[in-house]
């Protein structure tokens, strides 16, 4: 993603998230952001699009063989989850004392 400007996402490490479209789609189960990649508008995400991998043997990995871990998916895939209605939600964002705020637009929680 080559762009001017640094794109603003609302979506941060550790952040509780539903996935909306894809193969892992499920908008009733949050899961953990384990990672942002901001420069590709991509996350990884605890459990979803498992990929296998194959790897040789190290220093650190005498066996070597097949791994299983997530890969990246486009940010656009996910939304935010709102604890307090149980459900997936936008985001408002404000700027409350030089600091800014991200606030769920089904409740009006603040996200922490």
């Not at 550790?14 to 189960?29: P, Q, S």
């Not at 949050?30 to 194959?54: M, S, Y």
């Amino acid at each position: 993603m080559k762009t001017r400007f640094k794109p603003k996402f609302n979506i941060k490490k550790g952040d509780l998230v539903a996935v909306i479209a894809g193969e892992d789609k499920d908008r009733t189960k949050p899961r953990k952001v384990l990672e942002v990649q901001p420069d590709k508008a991509r996350v990884i995400v605890e459990g979803v699009n498992i990929v296998t991998k194959h790897t040789k043997p190290t220093a650190q990995n005498t066996k070597g063989g097949i791994v299983k871990q997530e890969a990246p998916i486009a940010i656009s895939n996910v939304m935010l989850w709102d604890a307090k209605t149980g459900k997936p939600t936008r985001v408002n964002r404000q700027r409350e004392n030089g600091k800014l705020i991200r606030i769920a637009k089904k409740s009006g929680e603040v996200i922490k």
